[in-house]
């Protein structure tokens, strides 16, 4: 299995990116994807899911900003980051084949990340 991130750049705070991960080595169709962000010294959080059926999910703190997206025919997840705060500054991971144990949700594979930097 292969992911990679693509996409991240050094932008001003107000501006855009979107960033894509292409997937490779398993059935793409078949998996719930999403996307991660750390920074130095801070959490992993989850910033946004899809499933199979398209349902999304966002964390607060890009929701109205973010819109996570997919193709299925090209193998390739998106994170569309709109109205992009300093906040946001972050590595963002693509994650694939996502699970939930102890309520707690998770994925089996991630790519390496790509940085994202947003300036004021």
């Known amino acids: 299995v292969q992911l990679v991130e693509s996409g991240g750049d050094s932008v001003q705070a107000g501006g855009s990116l979107k960033l894509s991960c292409v997937a490779s080595?398993?059935?793409?169709?078949?998996?719930?994807m999403g996307w991660y962000r750390q920074g130095p010294g801070k959490q992993r959080e989850l910033v946004s899911w899809?499933?199979?059926?398209?349902?999304?999910a966002y964390a607060d703190s890009v929701k109205g900003r973010f819109a996570i997206s997919r193709d299925n025919v090209k193998n390739t997840l998106f994170l569309q980051m709109n109205s992009l705060k300093t906040d946001d500054t972050d590595v963002y991971y693509c994650?694939?084949?996502?699970?939930?144990?102890?309520?707690?949700?998770?994925?089996?594979?991630w790519g390496p990340g790509t940085q994202v930097t947003v300036s004021s």
């Open positions: 080595g398993y059935n793409f169709s078949i998996c719930g």
């Open positions: 899809i499933d199979t059926d398209g349902s999304t």
């Open positions: 994650a694939a084949c996502r699970y939930t144990e102890l309520d707690v949700i998770d994925f089996r594979y």
